[in-house]
């Protein structure tokens, strides 16, 4: 661990891995708990396979593939919510061939990018270590809008999260504010495919906040618990793959689930300890 940190003080790419680390804690902390407690995660799975296909066209046409995943992520947690909402007999077909399709277009348009080879894996499963100062910029934006939603609308999503009836009557905008929701999450996604790729995301999206819920009892505790599990597994992750020269976003998920088994087995065999964990 000591090698670790020396590269830290001395390696600039290493900084900005560590730096985009906390920023994606922050996202994943918060819209990963509403991922796990509204039981959406097969619709953010399908959010995030689709996000490939705008990846892939923004770099056809010679466009930031940020703002092309973006773009796609919105696009698709519109059409999903919206699918959900009125197609529910079908709507697993439907995500399914969306997921299938997305991934797809966004592996047609790179293999047709003009000049320029582009490497598929890095969005598959991820390079934190080669976020830019650019990039930091873009999650850091891409984090102050998720969390001033929130902010703004916490007790509308904990109402929709809960109690979607409840909500109705009280005369709440419950499928604007459920594909609000979906939105953020759909932000979150894209700031995770920088950190563990697109066929590992939802694995960090859940897990932080799984075990999260094993412990904490209200949402805000939750999203607080699960914004310093998701470092910890992320920061936990980078040393292990530094110290093993082993891929990065591998490793994140490892530990994210060594850790969410961790739980499982505190909770199940030392009860005692559970009740006093508990807050």
Known sequence: MGAFWAAFLQYEFIQNAVLAGVLSSLACGVAGVY???????????????????????????????????????????????????????????????????????????????????????????????????????ALFLLDLAILLVVAVFYRQFLLVCYDEEYARLRGLPVKALYILLLALIALTVVILIKVVGLIMVIALLTLPAAVAGLFAHNLHRMMLLATVLSFLFILSGLVFSYQLNLPSGAIIVVMASVGYLGALAWRRFLPSARRRAAF
């Open 35 to 137: 991922v796990v407690v509204k039981r959406i995660t097969f619709i953010s799975g399908g959010i995030a396979h689709a996000v490939l296909g705008g990846i892939g066209v923004a770099y056809y046409f010679g466009r930031d593939p940020l703002v092309g995943a973006v773009v796609t992520a919105l696009c698709s947690a519109v059409l999903l919510g919206l699918i959900n909402l009125t197609a529910r007999q079908h709507e697993d077909i439907i995500i399914g061939a969306l997921w299938a399709v997305g991934m797809a277009v966004g592996v047609i348009f790179m293999a047709l990018t003009p000049g320029y080879n582009v490497d598929l894996m890095s969005f598959l499963f991820g390079n934190i270590l080669m976020v830019t100062k650019p990039v930091l910029w």
